[in-house]
Structure formats: C-alpha cells, structure tokens
C-alpha cells in the first residue's frame, strides 16, 4: 500500500440518534474522513445474502478498506481434534464472508496453549494454518494479550516466515497489556517495528495491519478495551514511531469510543 488508513472495529456511534448497519456505517465513516472499517465475525458471520451487496456498493463507491475480525472460538490448538477442524470451519467461512464484500485482511487469535509446551503449541498451530487454502484474503494472525494465548511477536513472525499465505497484525495494546504495561516510550514501539523489519524484510512495514486503543490490563494481561485518553497506552509515542518507519497500511482503533478515537489517531498522526 502507498498509504496509512485509519479506521475502526465494528460500527460506528454516530450521536446515538442513528442505528448503523455495515453499508451505512461505512458512508458515515467516510463522510468524516476515516478510511476504513473492520467487520465483526467474532460470534457469527454477519455478511449474508441479504446485506452484501449493500456493503460491497459502500465499499466500492466510499473507496472503503475492509478487514474482518475471525471468531473468538478459533483454537488452532484444541486439544479435540473435531474443535480443530470447527476452527479451519470457523477461519473459511470468515474469509468467504469477507470476499464477498471485497475485503482484504482476516485477523484471528491463532489459539491457546492449553498446557501444552509452546513449542508443541506452535506446531500443531502451524500445522493447521498450512491447510488453509490460497485466496484473495490475507490471513493475519494477531498478537495477543493474555500469557494464556498464543500470539507473541516472536511466535507470529516465524509463522509468517513458513506460511506465505498468512500475514501479520500487530496488536500494541495487546502487546502493552500481555506484559502488563511493558510499552512505555518511543524505543519500546521502535524495537518492535524494528524487530518485524530485520525478521520479515522492509517491505512487511509497508503493508502492515495494525491495532491499537486503550487497554486496562494486570499481572495476567489483557482485562478490557478502555477509551484511549482513560489508559495509559502511549499512543503518540507509537504513532511517532510507526511515522519514524513510514509504516504504510491500516491501523484500526479498537474500543468504546469507537471513531472519536480513530480520529483522534489520524489527527494526531497528522500533525506528527
């Protein structure tokens, strides 16, 4: 991509006067200058027969960037073979549902460890991920933000260095709240990026998917999704970090406020 889009998860507020479906989210989006919307699959798969051509008309005429959020069931590493098989179910019919409305990036949470070792883990998770089919869509496995969960940086980019179908979502937040407010300046977002680039080439900065919002996290990581300005998440130290790299992309806010946090991202980023 030549460019960095701001968008959100899910659907806007708006001033709580109207209700928002997907196509009429997006125009409204749009009309106050975000560029991007990520559509929430995480109970069931809310494009259908009866709405997508609606989303795909917003999307085409808004010129709108349309990622997905894959279902919170995935568990790559069940320790029941027929939950494995439900996960690869439950990721496929994600990315048919995305692809009809011409949307890019499908992100997930690969799985939990379930006691087993992390290498284990990480194979069995490999394993599964090599079965899924070449499309249209990218498969982008999501850092996450619990100890409980696969997902580090590290566990991710080698995945994504054996699987050329599957791409990378950086989640700072869940990152920050994993290690219990381990994000705290420039350098720390600095590394990261750094990291991704000597790993997994340049030009991985250049078409990157990103989140980011408020996070209340513990010792254990990850709690809940707080409003930026109510969390200690440095969020314009990020931003001048993911400036610093020319980072090229989305990046999607995630949290209650919704757009008025996306905007106060891309604002500041373009005053940086």
């Known amino acids: ?9 899910g659907l806007p507020l708006g001033n709580g006067s109207t209700k928002f479906n ?11 200058g975000l560029d991007a ?32 959020h894959g ?4 568990n790559l590493n069940a320790n029941e073979s027929d939950k494995q098989e439900k996960s ?18 499908l992100i997930f949470h690969p799985g939990f460890y379930l006691g087993d070792t992390k290498e284990d883990a990480y194979h069995t ?18 850092t996450t933000g619990k100890g409980t969960q696969f997902g580090t940086l590290e566990e991710l980019v080698s995945l994504c260095k054996e699987i050329s179908s599957c ?7 869940h990152i920050h709240a994993r290690y219990n407010g381990k994000l705290k300046d420039f350098k720390d977002f600095a590394k990261i990026l750094q990291y991704v680039s000597d790993e997994l080439g340049k030009s991985v900065l250049e078409d990157l998917h990103i989140h980011m ?10 709690q809940n999704h707080l409003p930026l300005l109510q969390s200690d998440f440095n969020y314009l130290d990020c931003l001048k970090a993911i400036k610093y790299y020319n980072v090229k992309g989305c990046i999607i806010s995630e949290g209650p406020m919704v757009e008025k946090d996306a905007l106060l991202l891309k604002e500041t980023y373009e005053r940086l």
């Open 213 to 222: 919002g408020g996070v209340n996290y513990n010792e254990k990581g990850e």
């Open 125 to 142: 998770i490999r394993d599964n991920l090599l079965r899924l089919p070449i499309s249209g869509v990218d498969y982008r496995l999501e």
């Open 37 to 68: 919307m990520e559509l929430l699959f995480v109970r069931s798969v809310n494009v259908t027969d009866n709405n997508k051509s609606f989303i795909l008309e917003a999307k085409l005429r808004t010129d709108f960037y349309l990622s997905a």
């Open 71 to 74: 279902s919170h069931y995935i």
């Open 88 to 105: 690869i179910e439950r990721i496929l019919k994600a990315q048919e549902g995305l692809s009809k409305v011409g949307g890019r990036s």
């Open 1 to 9: 991509m030549n460019t960095l889009l701001f968008g959100i998860s």
């Open 167 to 173: 791409k990378l979502c950086i989640d700072f937040s």
């Open 22 to 32: 997907y196509a009429t989210g997006i125009e409204y989006a749009k009309s106050i």
